[in-house]
């Protein structure tokens, strides 16, 4: 691998109603970007349609200094557009996508940089422990990334989340791919480039609350295993052939049994089997219904999120 200078230095960062955490977000860049030395740095915060103070915080601060641009969506369009909108804009020879909440420290990065200089596209903060989150939150992450490893098509690294550093050709590869239903970390994977990986220990949240709840969490692992995997199709593939064979097995019971006059009452291992059959087929509609309906959204053409107001993007910093 070829190494290199970093000369300029994006940073991305989603913001969803974390009116408390950003006076912590302002004064924790505030210590830490003049560490970077002559890097030059630009700080993107998307406002996901919140509907705190968080804007106004944002705006107020864009004012006072150049270096923060601010997108504003119309209204909330996720995580991952949010993410997405901030790659769009990036003008870095690499970029960093972090939470607003620090639980991914910024002591992390420089860690990340001397990776992306030694000739790394792709730094992704592996976790090796989660300060203060529940049994139940980690026991589900653990799940989650060993299942979604799995499922896909491409290698996922292991309990990683959006936090990581990206060349500028990794950022043009992924701002190329058309999709809506954007899942960042399997398309970061998909794309390839040198890969590493920098473990840290994931900090407890200070201020405010988790914007993943477990509704938002499971929806957002199917939407990871729609969008690089048939596996779910397939499983109902193969349940549909074992159903199947069953039947079969049960006709040639029925059909020996008949043949030597034994009486076959047949409503028990009926009911059962049609209630089986029955419920495999709804299954597998659904599952194939949430595929069609992937298509329908893709098809329509319409953009993942709508940018209401910016601020500074027009600025150097």
Request: charge should be neutral; include cysteine; hydrophobic fraction near 45%.
């Amino acid at each position: 691998m070829q190494k290199r200078a970093l000369q300029f230095l994006s940073l991305v960062i989603p913001v969803y109603n974390e009116e408390e955490t950003l006076p912590f977000l302002r004064e924790s860049l505030a210590a830490w970007l003049p560490s970077l030395g002559g890097t030059r740095t630009e700080v993107i915060l998307v406002d996901d349609g919140s509907a705190d103070a968080s804007l106004a915080f944002l705006e107020a601060w864009s004012a006072e200094d150049p270096r923060i641009k601010v997108l504003s969506f119309s209204r909330n369009f996720g995580h991952q557009a949010a993410v997405t909108a901030g790659l769009k804009h990036v003008r870095g020879d690499a970029c960093v996508i972090i939470d607003a909440d620090l639980q991914d420290p910024l002591a992390v990065i420089p860690e990340m940089i001397k990776r992306y200089e030694e000739g790394y596209d792709v730094v992704y903060g592996q976790r090796r422990r989660r300060e203060g989150e529940t049994f139940f939150k980690r026991c589900t992450a653990w799940i989650f990334y060993r299942t979604m490893e799995r499922c896909m098509n491409v290698p996922l690294p292991l309990d990683t989340g959006d936090f990581r550093l990206v060349s500028r050709a990794c950022i043009d590869a992924v701002n190329a791919m058309p999709e809506s239903h954007r899942f960042l970390r399997g398309m970061f994977a998909w794309v390839g480039f040198a890969q590493a990986a920098v473990p840290y220990a994931r900090d407890p949240r200070k201020y405010g609350e988790t914007k993943y709840p477990l509704r938002k969490m499971l929806s957002f692992a199917w939407q990871g295993i729609s969008s690089f995997s048939t596996l779910p199709i397939r499983l109902v593939s193969y349940s549909g052939m074992c159903i199947a064979v069953a039947a079969f097995v049960a006709g040639l019971y029925a059909m020996t049994s008949y043949v030597r006059g034994d009486t076959v009452q047949g409503w028990t291992a009926l009911t059962i089997l049609l209630a089986g059959l029955g419920g495999m087929i709804l299954l597998g509609l659904g599952i194939i219904g949430e595929y069609v309906g992937k298509i329908y959204e893709e098809v329509k053409g319409r953009p993942g999120y709508i940018i209401q107001r910016s601020f500074n993007l027009d600025k150097d910093e």
